[in-house]
């Protein structure tokens, strides 16, 4: 048994003040058979009522409106996480596994993970890729999901900061590098292309000393999870190589990325707008508390402070800009 204790830090700070700003995030992680949630807070500087609701995935998820004057907006989300002990995943199934998965589609609600999506959607460079890859219905289903996961780890590069939030696949696969989110939903798209239900995981990945992943510790991660039949949801780690395990927390699970963004959200204004995440994972035999430092810039308590202060005049309504943050 692992618990783990998460802090995650966004903080949004604008060249000129904006008047309003009203924001979703989906930090809160998810409880299930394999992870229970202990305790999770959201803080928000500017002070403001926080409300929640789960959406039709089961994601908890938190939305604010500031309408008052600030010049910058910081969300701290702190979270203690009980993982279980999680049962090996074989190699590969029975030699039926294909018809057994087929059965499986046709007498449940997997639609929404067979479609295109947003994010992940066919296009000419991903049947190319899918060729290239060798992405056809053979061997079985599982042993096919093991293969994709280890030829993506290979084919791409992981290079932070090469896409954009909104970037398409096309992108990396064109490139042959990206993120977690590309590597994710590159791998998702190519298993709903053989009508294997796949499925975007938003959440963090802990990395301890013995550890060598390639995604890095400060930051959100994604991968995804995969219906295989006998075994439910199976998570893959396309970014790093792994089949998904208690390292993996999930806060989060939806299409692909355009469901689940850590926060999504406008502002009224006519600004420029920077954004900074800091992520930090503890990990503990025993339930820690919520009161570990977080790796955060030297200027935060000067940001608090000063975020928390009224506004001197208010400010024109005069457009309105989107605001997320990438994994």
């Known amino acids: ?119 992940a959607t066919e296009t000419p460079a991903l049947l190319e890729l899918a060729t290239r890859l060798g992405v056809t219905r053979r061997d079985d289903p599982l042993q096919l999901v093991h293969e994709l996961n280890q030829r993506l780890f290979e084919y791409f590069e992981y290079v932070p900061r090469s896409t954009r939030v909104d970037s398409p696949i096309d992108e990396a696969i064109t490139n042959r590098r990206g993120v977690c989110q590309d590597f994710a939903h590159t791998m998702i798209a190519l298993l709903r292309h053989v009508r294997i239900p796949a499925r975007y995981v938003s959440g963090y990945l802990y990395r301890g000393r013995e550890d060598h992943d390639r995604s890095t510790p400060d930051a959100s991660h994604a991968w995804i999870d995969v219906l295989m039949p006998h075994l439910g949801w199976v998570g893959f780690d396309p970014t790093n190589n792994l089949v998904a395990h208690h390292r993996h927390i999930r806060t989060a699970i939806g299409r692909d990325y355009a469901d689940v963004p850590p926060t999504h959200g406008i502002f009224r204004g006519k600004t420029s707008s920077e954004l900074y995440v800091a992520v930090h994972v503890d990990a503990k035999e025993t339930a820690p508390a919520l009161d570990r430092k977080l790796p955060i810039p030297e200027d935060w308590s000067v940001l608090v402070e000063r975020a928390q202060q009224p506004p001197e005049a208010p400010a024109p309504l005069i457009d309105l800009q989107q605001m997320q943050q990438q994994q």
């Open 1 to 119: 048994m692992n618990f783990y204790s998460i802090r995650h830090l966004t903080r949004y700070r604008y060249s000129q003040p904006v008047s309003e700003s009203i924001m979703e995030t989906r930090m809160h992680p998810r409880s299930d058979s394999q992870q229970h949630c202990l305790a999770f807070s959201l803080s928000v500087s500017p002070r403001c009522r926080v409300f929640t609701y789960r959406d039709h995935f089961g994601n908890n998820v938190h939305h604010f409106d500031i309408p008052g004057e600030h010049s910058q907006l910081v969300i701290v989300a702190e979270s203690v996480v009980e993982q279980q002990p999680m049962p090996d995943v074989p190699a590969f199934l029975s030699f039926d596994a294909w018809q057994a998965l087929d059965a499986m589609v046709n007498s449940g609600d997997y639609w929404e993970m067979l479609l295109p999506s947003q994010f």
